[in-house]
């Protein structure tokens, strides 16, 4: 109808469209309501327009940030993927947002975020690779800050501490919330009959970093495992919506199946030890010259003296 | 609670019935009570009732910090405090007593669902107003929590409560809202309980569960509170369904069990009212 609106995200990884709860909803809702949107996959969240990810950009009401906020404006240009839910649906679509926003969120955000070995193995070391210099060295730690602060306030404790507790708490509701979204969801294609609307968005959006990204400490990820439905559904949405990152995906699990990610890494490593080591060689040998502790041509005069001596003391002896 | 303590709470818990002298606290019903906290006090003593199980309702001026969880309202019962309508089902669940036995997992899952739409959009709504709400928050909230306390303390418990309830607002995306978007989000919320409810009497058909006793709570705690502005409760009254939904589990449980002289309209204030 309008220009063509542009949304901002982060980019993808793991056979994800983007790795970002929030992008990964939005980005589901445009593909169900077959909006045309540019979407910039950027790493930077200080680019986008309103300063974090996900962003949509509209000529002429500027930009909109939360996923909430983004599918209103998308409905407001006739981009609806909720056009054909009766009124109860549409409640139950409410409820159901509900749901996974007070119980499957906050164990999400501690599994990424706070749990200790998850964030610097796998979320601290994505962001970092990925974030532009310099603010890979900023970023991640302030994103880390803001995420245990949200949890502590969600929880309503101040003094929150990431712990075995806590975790046993925060994943036994999402485990629950799992499971009540897969015996509402049944046999089923998608929640409410054959087209997807945008409860399933946000499901696809909570779910599917859940499935496909891979963590040291992944309790969450074996119970959906063991969830066929909800796997399916997650898969179903991956092929159908976004053909080009689920394609990726099996290419890429070949190669690092024994080492994980390690083995994407030692080609480099080697060619980096091996190029420093020479490198600090180098410099020894070039500090040793230079300051008189080795010295070349000393050791090439002596080395001619003795010979002149020899002849000499010969001629002498005859 | 941790779960192991939860698991053994629940063994002791099995292992006794219900006492006699159950008790049920709240902050100071008159002078220091809020509107959440009415609410959820509200849910719990429906939830009971609901169960015929008896339970008296103490007020008291320090109920947030005797409770375990730091929320009201919290029940003790024989030797333990449980805190929060979800742990409390949960307790009454281990002790043999239970609403939503009866429904399928489709029904449970929905059920949890809409209960915590009511916990997310109108709870959060209803701290906002009272505590985002510059208006609401100077005549109302911070004069009534900080009543019970003398100078300087009311004024800095008062600010204290107000600054962490602001920072959760900013956390969870809020603090962008104006005033007029959270009664529309809550005039939502309401429109999806209302579809959800439709003509049925209660919103699993003929047995009312924890869900009904939750929107109850809300609803009838906001019907009959006077704040600074009357658009909270025009929103819902605009839904009659609920309304009617209201009067019924007044009239079934509250009215029948205490034998007050009340009238049948929920307009009329009943219990605590905010001035």
């Known amino acids: 109808m309008a220009a063509p609106m542009e949304l901002y995200c982060w980019r993808g990884d793991h056979g994800l469209p983007s790795v970002d709860v929030d992008c990964l909803t939005v980005l589901a809702y445009a593909k169900f ?47 609806n993927a909720d056009y054909d839910l009766s009124a109860k649906e549409g409640a139950d679509t409410l409820a159901f947002v509900s749901l996974l926003e007070e119980k499957l969120l906050p164990a999400l955000i501690y599994t990424q975020w706070v749990d200790a070995k998850n964030y610097v193995d796998a979320t601290r070391r994505w962001y970092a690779e990925n974030i532009p210099f310099p603010l890979n060295f900023l970023l991640p730690n302030r994103m880390h800050g803001r995420q245990l602060e949200r949890l502590r306030l969600v929880r309503g404790d101040p003094a929150l501490e990431p712990g ?66 909800l796997r399916q559904f997650c898969n179903n949405i991956l092929v159908l919506y976004f053909p080009s990152e689920s ?72 | 609670m941790s779960l192991a303590a939860e698991a053994f709470v629940s063994q002791m818990a099995a292992a006794e019935p219900w006492p006699e002298n159950a008790t049920l606290y709240q902050p100071l019903r008159e002078h220091q009570i809020l509107l959440s906290d009415c609410a959820s006090s509200l849910a719990v003593q429906a939830y009971l009732r609901m169960c015929n199980l008896p339970v008296r309702v ?109 920072r959760k607002m900013n956390a969870i995306g809020w603090a962008g809202k104006s005033l007029e978007q959270v009664y529309e989000d809550v005039s939502q919320c309401c429109q999806a309980l209302s579809q959800r409810l439709g003509t049925q009497p209660y919103f699993f058909n003929k047995q009312p569960t924890e869900l009904d006793a939750l929107v109850f709570g809300h609803l009838f705690t906001i019907l009959t509170t006077r704040l600074t502005s009357d658009e909270l409760s025009e929103k819902i009254k605009s839904y009659s369904n609920l309304l009617s939904f209201c009067r019924r589990i007044e009239q079934t449980y509250f009215e029948e069990q205490d034998r007050d002289s009340q009238s049948g309209a929920s307009h009329h204030s009943k219990g605590p009212s905010l001035i």
């Open chain 1, 33 to 79: 309501a077959g909006a045309p949107l540019k979407v910039h996959k950027i790493t930077n969240p200080w680019r986008s327009p309103t300063g974090i990810l996900p962003a949509l950009k509209t000529r002429e009401e500027g930009s909109f940030s939360q996923p909430s906020k983004i599918i209103i404006q998308l409905r407001k240009q006739k981009y």
């Open chain 1, 247 to 318: 394609r990726e995906l099996p290419t890429r699990k070949v190669s690092p199946q024994a080492e994980g990610g390690d083995f994407d890494n030692e080609p480099h490593k080697r060619r980096n030890q091996i190029l420093s080591v020479l490198f600090a060689v180098g410099a020894m040998l070039g500090y040793a010259v230079l300051s008189g502790i080795i010295t070349i041509k000393h050791t090439h005069a002596q080395l001619e003296e003795p010979h002149i001596e020899e002849e000499e003391d010969e001629e002498e002896e005859e």
């Open chain 2, 58 to 166: 103490s007020c008291r001026a320090n109920a947030e910090y005797m409770s375990p969880s730091g929320k009201v309202p919290f029940i003790h019962v024989g030797n333990q405090v449980v805190s929060e309508l979800g742990p409390i089902v949960q307790f009454t669940k281990a002790k043999g007593h239970s609403l939503s036995d009866g429904l399928d997992d489709v029904q449970r899952a929905e059920m949890k669902a809409y209960m915590e739409l009511v916990n997310n959009m109108l709870l959060t709504a209803e701290l906002y107003i009272q505590w985002c709400d510059d208006t609401t928050s100077s005549e109302i909230s911070r004069p009534r929590y900080s009543s019970p306390y003398s100078w300087p303390l009311n004024h800095i418990l008062a600010y204290q409560k107000q600054w962490e309830v602001r």
């Open chain 1, 164 to 229: 075995e507790q806590l975790e046993k708490e925060l994943y036994q509701d999402a485990l629950e919330c799992m499971t009540l979204l897969s015996q509402r969801l049944g046999s089923h294609k998608f929640f409410f009959g054959d087209s997807p609307s945008s409860l399933d968005a946000y499901v696809f959006g909570h779910l599917a970093p859940i499935l496909k990204i891979k963590l040291p400490n992944n309790k969450l990820q074996q119970h959906i495992n063991s969830l066929e439905n």
